[in-house]
């Protein structure tokens, strides 16, 4: 799932300069961009005009990937190459570049890839390289027990920080796995216990590439999709797909929400309240007892979220709804979803913030939730990777931010300077072990020093945090947190 959760300017676009973006007037020239067969086809590549975040024309390279005609009027459906998958959209011949045209391949009139059928390998490779977290072999990586020291940097530290042996704690930690439905596979035999919902890239086609719902209304909110979510082929045509904002159920029309809503008892998402405080609350729903709101939340979801994939058997799985009160009723805001029982240390399988609501502090409330259980449950935990784009930069601010509160709050005693371990503050967030230390390279905080590893605090890196901590309105009250864990290796409990 997942985990995108705010955007953020320039989110999915390359910078200026990179390779592929041409720029220049388009060429209306219809002959130097048709195929020996007489038209633009599938899998060719040629500039495409587009307004940016800052409302300025540009070219960037773009495949076309469909093509249909509309009262004699040809529509291309276009992905922009290195750009993220949401910015895809339908555009007509006049934003074409044809003079730069690039046709595929022969070898793509054959449908396979990696042995699996439905892909057209032909066209230029597709397959986006994940990037990858590397810590550079020149940075020391520190023991989680080290002794760590905070010196001045650049002679502009304000606070120093020594590491101390860390105590032993468990490390057992919940798995989580997105929860949905498999438009491929049908309805598995059996439910299954435990699996991640990572998408298997190997399993695109050209349909599931292509965003197939033009709008959502839900509640006072018209959403725009931004991927493919496996809904029933008869809804895909539709203008406009109606969802009931409480049950999540979707409807043809505005008459069939209407009727549906005469006889929907729910004012809230079902499963239980654990969290309220002001008009926030949070509700616990089991993939189990709560199947088919389960599985509608998965479709809406997948509207949004890229890197994971659907499934039907929704059983292993709990979902935490984010709700927002009003006088009627609780509507939904966000979500994410973890497995019940896991040999991975995730905590969460996929998050998602509704567009509606994004940039307004909702992501990192719900990254802060799934902590926060984390705690009472006694474990560490980490999201299930890939992150999103999105999903990357709200874990890295949240970490960030979670940690620097942690090291600016110590006291020294006896005037030497205040020590903590990793394994320490691990402990004290529940944040893994590794994306502590992740966290503290990518802040530039660690450093080796006669003999030991220390963390520096410059003054930029005070100011900035006590500036982001100021717009943090939004944080989780554990007292108002009624949650008890519950033991689901028992499988006579799901």
Not at 281 to 300: A, H, M, P, T, V
Not at 307 to 335: A, Q, R, S
């Amino acid at each position: 799932m997942a985990e995108v959760v705010s955007p953020v300017p320039g989110a999915g676009r390359r910078e200026p300069g990179e390779v592929g973006r041409a720029r220049g007037p388009p060429v209306a020239d219809p002959g130097a961009a048709l195929s020996p067969q007489g038209e633009i086809i599938e899998g060719c590549r040629l500039p495409v005009l587009r307004r940016n975040q800052d409302n300025e024309d540009e070219w960037p390279l773009a495949e076309i990937l469909s093509v249909k005609d509309i009262s004699g009027r040809k529509l291309f459906y276009v992905h922009y190459i290195d750009f993220n998958k949401r910015l895809d959209e339908w555009v007509t011949h006049e934003r074409l570049d044809l003079k730069k045209i690039q046709f595929p391949k022969k070898e793509a009139k054959t449908p396979t890839k990696n042995g699996l059928p439905g892909s057209r390998p032909g066209s230029p490779e597709r397959e986006v390289k994940r990037k990858v977290e590397v810590v550079s072999p020149a940075t020391p990586v520190p023991s989680e027990t080290a002794p760590t020291s905070v010196f001045p940097q650049n002679g502009s530290a304000r606070r120093a920080v020594a590491a101390q042996p860390g105590r032993k704690r468990k490390s057992n930690c919940l798995g989580t796995d997105e929860d949905s439905q498999d438009s491929s596979d049908g309805i598995p035999s059996a439910p299954r216990m435990t699996g991640s919902l990572v998408s298997d890239r190997s399993h695109d086609d050209i349909v599931t590439r292509m965003k197939n719902i033009e709008c959502i209304e839900l509640g006072r909110h018209r959403l725009k999709p931004w991927y493919f979510s496996p809904y029933p082929q008869e809804l895909t045509t539709l203008p406009v797909l109606y969802l009931c904002e409480f049950c999540l159920k979707y409807g043809r029309s505005l008459k069939c929400l209407q009727r549906h809503l005469t006889k929907c008892d729910l004012r809230h998402p079902p499963g239980n309240e654990i969290y309220r405080k002001g008009t926030i609350s949070f509700f616990e729903i089991d993939g189990r007892k709560n199947k088919s709101y389960s599985q509608n939340l998965c479709l809406l979801a997948k509207c949004f979220l890229d890197h994971k994939t659907l499934y039907y058997d929704t059983d292993p799985f709990l979902f935490y709804v984010m709700t927002e009160y009003d006088c009627k009723g609780f509507h939904i805001v966000g979500y994410f979803s973890k497995e019940k029982e896991s040999t991975e240390d995730y905590n969460v399988a996929c998050i998602l913030t509704l567009p509606p609501y994004q940039r307004r502090g909702y992501g990192k409330l719900l990254i802060e939730f799934s902590y926060e259980l984390s705690k009472v449950e006694g474990k560490t935990g980490t999201p299930e990777k890939p992150l999103s784009d999105l999903g990357l930069l709200s874990y890295r601010s949240y970490w960030s931010q979670t940690i620097l509160e942690i090291l600016m709050g110590l006291k020294s005693e006896s005037g030497e300077r205040p020590q903590i371990t990793i394994n320490e503050i691990s402990e004290i967030t529940s944040i893994k072990k590794e994306d502590v230390i992740s966290t503290l390279q990518y802040l530039n905080l660690i450093n080796y020093y006669k003999g030991q590893y220390i963390l520096t605090l410059s003054e930029d890196i005070v100011d900035g945090h006590e500036r982001a901590m100021l717009k943090r309105l939004l944080r989780i009250d554990s007292k108002c947190l009624h949650f008890t864990p519950k033991d689901w290796s028992k499988r006579g409990k799901w």
